[in-house]
């Protein structure tokens, strides 16, 4: 039994995993994998670009293939270990009930018995002659299919593959293309802001000087408006001899006073304050469309 199990331990270091068949030319990639020469290179297909290893997906230069010599020596020991088997005869089942030789199979149970197992049934036939043909040619096609349906997924497998690794060159183009629009955009706004930022800071100091005027020429009206005053209380509580002294020219002074009224914020300067609060609106409204 231990025999055995050697035996099949070294068939499956010897046999590629893409043919199940004993390598040939064995090549191994850089993870160390090893394969027919031909049959990796029918997997990859005509990829010129980076390949991956269709065992543990470790991608790599399609021309790392170096020719795996040790495991050459391998294979050519298995397959004398095999023909030394195949000259060695079998050692002779029997039957465990009769101990005699199985020399027929059942077809009905599928199963091989001896002489007397099998006299009494029709369906028994002996077992070279009769029986392994058959199955031998049916086991054929069906190695036959199977052999094609891998084929079918092998290119299929290749297909998805490069259909993936063009998905993934495109979206790394998107990716880039991303980068440079926000890049860009990040550019074009910080510029927008500087030249508002420079824009508002003037007008701040427009505005701070039409104050400083408006504030200074108001205390001024706003003292000859109380000396006016003054002079008016003064004059109603004269007697009517001095009340009436100069009464015109008093009148006229208050109406000159009365007349002197202050100036208005320059319109312009209302309109680029308008324009500033619209730019910063449709500012608003486009960062939140987009």
């Known amino acids: 039994m231990a025999a055995v199990n050697t035996a099949k331990k070294l068939q499956d270091e010897v046999t590629c995993p893409i043919c199940l068949e004993y390598f040939d030319d064995p ?17 990859w297909g005509g990829v010129t670009a980076d390949v991956s290893c269709p065992e543990c997906r470790r991608t790599f230069a399609q021309g790392n293939l170096r020719p795996d010599r040790k495991l050459r020596s391998f294979v050519d020991m298995a397959r004398e270990l095999q023909l030394q088997a195949g000259k060695e005869p079998a050692p002779e089942r029997l039957c465990e009930k009769h101990q005699e030789p199985l020399k027929l199979f ?7 018995m001896c002489v007397l197992c099998g006299s009494h049934r029709d369906s028994c036939r002996h077992w070279p002659q009769g029986a392994i043909g058959p199955y031998r040619e049916k086991l054929q096609a069906q190695l036959k299919t199977l052999r094609v349906e891998r084929e079918k997924l092998l290119g299929l497998k290749v297909s998805r593959e ?15 293309k991303i980068v440079a629009e926000f890049q860009q ?11 508002l930022l420079a824009q508002l800071k003037k007008l701040d100091k427009e505005l701070v000087r039409l104050q400083t005027d408006t504030v200074t020429k108001l205390s001024e009206q706003i003292s ?20 009436l002294q100069e009464i015109r020219g008093t009148l006229t002074r208050c109406e000159k006073v009365r007349a002197q009224q202050p100036e208005e914020m320059a319109p312009e300067l209302e309109e680029r304050v308008r324009g500033f609060s619209q730019k910063v609106t449709a500012l608003s409204e486009s960062l939140r469309e987009f």
């Open 27 to 43: 090549v191994a990639l850089d993870c160390d994998h090893s394969y027919c020469r031909a049959c990796i290179t029918q997997c």
């Open 106 to 112: 059942s077809r009905e149970d599928e199963i091989p």
């Open 162 to 176: 490069e259909t993936s690794q063009e998905h993934l060159k495109q979206t790394q183009v998107e990716r880039q």
């Open 185 to 195: 955009l990040r550019q074009f706004l910080e510029e927008q802001e500087r030249l």
């Open 224 to 243: 000859r408006l109380s000396e006016q005053i003054r002079e008016l209380e003064g004059k109603c509580q004269k007697p009517a001899s001095e009340f």
